[in-house]
């Protein structure tokens, strides 16, 4: 559920997001060619981890956190004064301000950037794109050097 500065926000509900990933290079000689197998793993393992979860937003100044017993527990929080009680397995608190296309796209960049620089010295920039729909979502670039 999406939040807004005035404290108002989005009924709880789904998406099944798209991610893309595209990389602005350097050199696109054979020798500097990037291993795409550790990206594509990267990703995979991360939208394996989301997959089926409620995203909250763990920096959202409208999220509070009233109990939270751990795994095989519950988790009760508010967001915006109203109240949510759930499995504490089917929820994943992420350190973002809200959950929104722009933030999940901010995120997953950040994350990826410091596994890509770690493959190849080729790559100049991310780009993350997170769609809730086909044509409607948002990116987040990053300079990598």
């Known amino acids: 559920m999406t939040v807004f500065p005035d404290g108002k926000k989005e009924r709880l509900h789904g998406h099944n997001y798209t991610v893309?990933?595209?990389l602005?290079?350097?050199s696109v000689e054979l020798a500097a060619m990037?291993?795409?197998?550790g990206i594509k793993e990267s990703l995979e393992a991360l939208?394996?981890?989301w997959k089926e979860h409620v995203l909250l937003a763990e920096r959202c100044p409208f999220l509070k956190i009233v109990r939270d017993e751990g795994e095989g527990g519950e988790l009760e929080?508010?967001?915006?004064g109203k109240r949510y009680?759930?499995?504490?397995?089917d929820a994943?608190?992420?350190?973002i301000d809200n959950v929104s296309v722009e933030a999940l796209a901010a995120h997953i960049a950040g994350i990826l950037s410091e596994r890509i620089a770690a493959l190849s010295s080729n790559v100049l920039a991310i780009e993350v794109t997170i769609e809730e729909v086909p044509g409607q979502g948002a990116s987040c670039a990053l300079a990598l050097r």
Do not use: K, Y
């Not at 929080?77 to 915006?80: I, M, Q, S």
């Not at 009680?85 to 397995?89: D, I, L, S, T």
């Not at 994943?92 to 350190?95: E, F, N, R, S, V």
């Open 85 to 89: 009680v759930m499995p504490r397995e």
């Open 77 to 80: 929080l508010t967001v915006c």
């Open 24 to 26: 602005d290079v350097a």
């Open 47 to 49: 939208c394996q981890g």
């Open 34 to 37: 990037i291993p795409f197998a």
């Open 20 to 22: 893309a990933v595209a």
């Open 92 to 95: 994943l608190l992420l350190p």
